[in-house]
C-alpha cells in the first residue's frame, strides 16, 4: 500500500508521565478555580457595558458568556424594532461568537449573513448596516465582498472600528497578512469593539507567525471578557503552535468549566491527549465525542485513529467505516472530506487480513478520485491489494 499525505501537526513540547495524567489533573484544578471564581463572582456588583437600554440585558449575557440568551433576547428587540441596527449589530456579532463556540454552531454565520443581507435590502444607505455586513461576510469566508463593503463605509468615515476591523480580516482572509496587520493596528487606534479588535490582532498576528504577540493580544480579549468560549479555543491554538501543550490544555478545561456539555473542547483534548501519547485520556475523551455526536464523522475518525495507534485494528477498521459512512450518507463534498477514515480504515483491514473489506473500501476511493481532482493519493498495483490477488472480488 502506497499513501501520500500532505498534513502536518504541531509539535509539542515532551512531558512526564506521572501516576495521574496530567491532562486530568489540569482538569481538576482548573475546575476548582473555576468554581471558586463563580462563587466569588456572585458577590460582585458586576456591571456590563450598555449598548442601549433595550440591549442591556442582551449585553449582560454576553458579557458572562450566555451566547444563547443574548442571541434570544437581541432577536426579540430587533423583532420589535425591526429597523434598530444597533440591535442587527449585537445579534450579528453574537450569532458569530456563537459559531465558534461549538463544532455544530457554524450554521451561526450563515444566519448573521442572512439577517444583514436582508437588512441591507432594506436601508441601503446606512453606514452602520454596511460595517457589520463585512463583519459579517468575512466570517462566511467572502473576503472580496467584505473589503467591498468595508470600504464603502471607510470612503465616508474612515474611523469606523468595526469596519477597518472588517477590513483588516478581509485582507487576512486573501493572504494579505502586512496589510492586514497595518490595518488592525489602525482600528486598535479607534474606539469601540475592543475585544473583537484584541482577537482580530491575535488572528492576524497568528497569520504572521507571531505567535507570542498572539497569545498577548487574545488574552487581553480575554481580559474584556474571560466568559466568551471562543478565546479559549484560539488560545489553545496559539499556544500549541509554540509547543506550550499545558496552556492549551489549561484553555480546553476552562472551556469544559464553562460548558462541561461543549463536544469540541473535547475532541481537542482528545487529539491533545493522543499526541502527548496519553493513550487512556484519549481514547476517553474520543469515546465522549461520539457519544455526545453520533453523527459527526470527526469524532468516528479521531476515535478509529487512535485505536488504530493503539493496535487494535478491529475497532480502528469499525469506528474508521462509521466515519467514511456518515461523510458518504450526508453529502460531503469529495475534496471536503477526511480521506484518512478510508486510509486507515484500509491499512487496518489489510492487517487483519480482511481482503473483501480492503476491496471494498480502495474501490470507494478509486470511485472518489474518478469523480474529483484529489491531491492526495493511495495507490496499489494495476491488479489490486496483493493479499486479494486471486482471491475473490479481484480486480
Request: net charge negative; proline share 4%; aromatic share 10%.
Amino acid at each position: 500500500m502506497h499513501i501520500e499525505r500532505s498534513r502536518t501537526g504541531p509539535n509539542f513540547r515532551r512531558r512526564r508521565s506521572g501516576c495521574l495524567s496530567t491532562l486530568m489533573l489540569m482538569g481538576l484544578l482548573v475546575g476548582t478555580a473555576t468554581l471558586a471564581w463563580n462563587w466569588v463572582s456572585g458577590w460582585l456588583n458586576y456591571a456590563p457595558r450598555v449598548v442601549n437600554g433595550s440591549l442591556f440585558a442582551a449585553q449582560a449575557a454576553f458579557d458572562r458568556g450566555d451566547l444563547d440568551t443574548a442571541i434570544e433576547i437581541a432577536r426579540q428587540v430587533l423583532n420589535a424594532q425591526p429597523g434598530d441596527v444597533e440591535a442587527l449589530t449585537f445579534l450579528a456579532r453574537a450569532l458569530i461568537y456563537r459559531s465558534y463556540s461549538d463544532y455544530d454552531r457554524a450554521v451561526d454565520r450563515e444566519v448573521a449573513l442572512e439577517l444583514t443581507t436582508e437588512a441591507i435590502a432594506q436601508m441601503p444607505t446606512n453606514l452602520d448596516l454596511w460595517a457589520i455586513h463585512a463583519f459579517t461576510l468575512q466570517a462566511n469566508d467572502q473576503p472580496n465582498a467584505a473589503a467591498q463593503s468595508a470600504n464603502r463605509v471607510l470612503d465616508t468615515q474612515p474611523n469606523h472600528t468595526l469596519a477597518r476591523l472588517a477590513l483588516a480580516l478581509a485582507y487576512g482572509g486573501v493572504g494579505g497578512f502586512d496589510v492586514a496587520l497595518r490595518e488592525m493596528q489602525n482600528a486598535a487606534r479607534l474606539t469601540g469593539y475592543e475585544l473583537d479588535v484584541q482577537r482580530g490582532l491575535a488572528i492576524t498576528y497568528s497569520d504572521l507567525g507571531r505567535y507570542p504577540e498572539a497569545i498577548a493580544a487574545v488574552e487581553r480579549a480575554i481580559d474584556i471578557n474571560d466568559r466568551l468560549i471562543p478565546l479559549y479555543f484560539e488560545r489553545a491554538l496559539y499556544a500549541l503552535q509554540i509547543g506550550d501543550a499545558d496552556s492549551a490544555t489549561v484553555a480546553y478545561f476552562q472551556v469544559l468549566a464553562y460548558d462541561p456539555n461543549n463536544v469540541k473542547a473535547r475532541l481537542r483534548l482528545c487529539e491533545l491527549s493522543s499526541m502527548m501519547r496519553e493513550r487512556q485520556p484519549a481514547l476517553t475523551y474520543c469515546r465522549e465525542v461520539t457519544e455526545r455526536a453520533p453523527n459527526w464523522s470527526e469524532g468516528w475518525y479521531r476515535l478509529g485513529r487512535e485505536y488504530f495507534l493503539q493496535g487494535d485494528f478491529a475497532a480502528a477498521q469499525e469506528n474508521l467505516h462509521r466515519c467514511s459512512t456518515l461523510q458518504t450518507l450526508q453529502n460531503v463534498p469529495i475534496l471536503e472530506r477526511r480521506f484518512e477514515c478510508w486510509y486507515l480504515q484500509g491499512q487496518a483491514a489489510e492487517i487483519l487480513g480482511d481482503c473483501e473489506a480492503l476491496l471494498a473500501t480502495y474501490n470507494e476511493f478509486l470511485a472518489m478520485a474518478a469523480d474529483s481532482g484529489l491531491q492526495q493519493t493511495w495507490s496499489y498495483p494495476p491488479e489490486g491489494p496483493p493479499m486479494c490477488v486471486n482471491q475473490t472480488g479481484t480486480p
